[in-house]
């Protein structure tokens, strides 16, 4: 299936359908647009470990709707309802929540995604009107509320995070679930079959809760393997990743010693 439309991106996470995502690490609005326009389903934008604050977020969501093809998803820096209502505010289509370590943990996350009476949001869409929509039901629907499995804890109660009322997906971070199944480094190879195993499990939870699992990939042949694995949708890779890997490889052409 082709590229998603921004405005059907939720329904079809949340039908489990395969999307493809694309991550974005810098401050770069004109790039930005150009990934948007590519085909990708959605573009991260990561405020955690990017190099954006908010109102470089703010940029790159523009930058993404301009395109109208692309669904533009924030990950917040850290499980903080003030953070979650002003990347919605700004015209995310969804958030990614970091560090979530219980279902107790992702339930607060979901009720900072919706507002009253089913959630916490406060009201004051401002950019996301112009996208979402200001009626509080209709922004409901249309935004989608993601956790990330990616700590000892998480991985231990991660069939109770996937049964979490109203999420809508889980997403891994190999490297930091990694490192907490006691790798070295994220790449370590003897926690492979280790990390595999729980990738398996986060996969297996989510189906039997009936929600979407995600991870991130560092090309797009693994993320082939995502989905092969079970996963319903992959993030590739970063900007700052493929920009550093493209000037290497012209590099090695015209002089291979030096790169």
């Not at 955690?48 to 533009?72: E, I, K, N, P």
């Not at 891994?172 to 990694?178: K, N």
């Not at 990743?241 to 015209?254: D, N, R």
Request: net charge negative; proline share 6%.
């Amino acid at each position: 299936m082709g590229a998603t439309t921004a405005e059907d991106f939720t329904a079809r996470l949340r039908r489990r359908e395969q999307l493809v995502g694309y991550w974005v690490v810098c401050d770069n609005p004109v790039g930005t647009e150009r990934i948007a326009g590519l085909g990708y389903d959605y573009v991260g934008i990561d405020v955690q470990h990017g190099l954006l604050d908010y109102a470089g977020a703010l940029s790159a969501l523009t930058a993404v709707d301009a395109r109208g093809r692309a669904a533009g998803l924030v990950r917040v820096p850290a499980k903080d309802p003030a953070w979650v209502g002003r990347a919605l505010d700004a015209g995310a289509r969804g958030v990614i929540v970091p560090l979530v370590d219980s279902a107790e943990e992702a339930a607060a996350m979901v009720r900072a995604t919706r507002y009253p009476p089913h959630g916490v949001r406060s009201y004051g869409p401002m950019r996301s009107a112009l996208r979402v929509g200001p009626v509080p039901a209709e922004a409901d629907d249309a935004v989608a509320c993601v956790v990330m499995i990616e700590t000892a804890a998480a991985l231990e109660a991660v069939e109770e995070i996937c049964a979490t009322p109203g999420l809508d997906a889980v997403y891994v971070g190999p490297s930091d679930l990694a490192l907490a199944l006691g790798a070295r480094w994220p790449g370590d190879p003897d926690v492979a079959d280790a990390l595999q195993d729980a990738m398996k499990r986060v996969a297996a939870a989510a189906a039997a809760a009936g929600i979407a699992a995600g991870a991130h990939s560092p090309d797009g042949a693994t993320a082939v393997r995502r989905f092969e694995a079970g996963f319903t949708f992959a993030t590739i890779a970063s900007d700052l990743t493929h920009l550093e890997q493209s000037a290497a490889a012209h590099l090695a052409q015209v002089r291979p010693a030096d790169a």
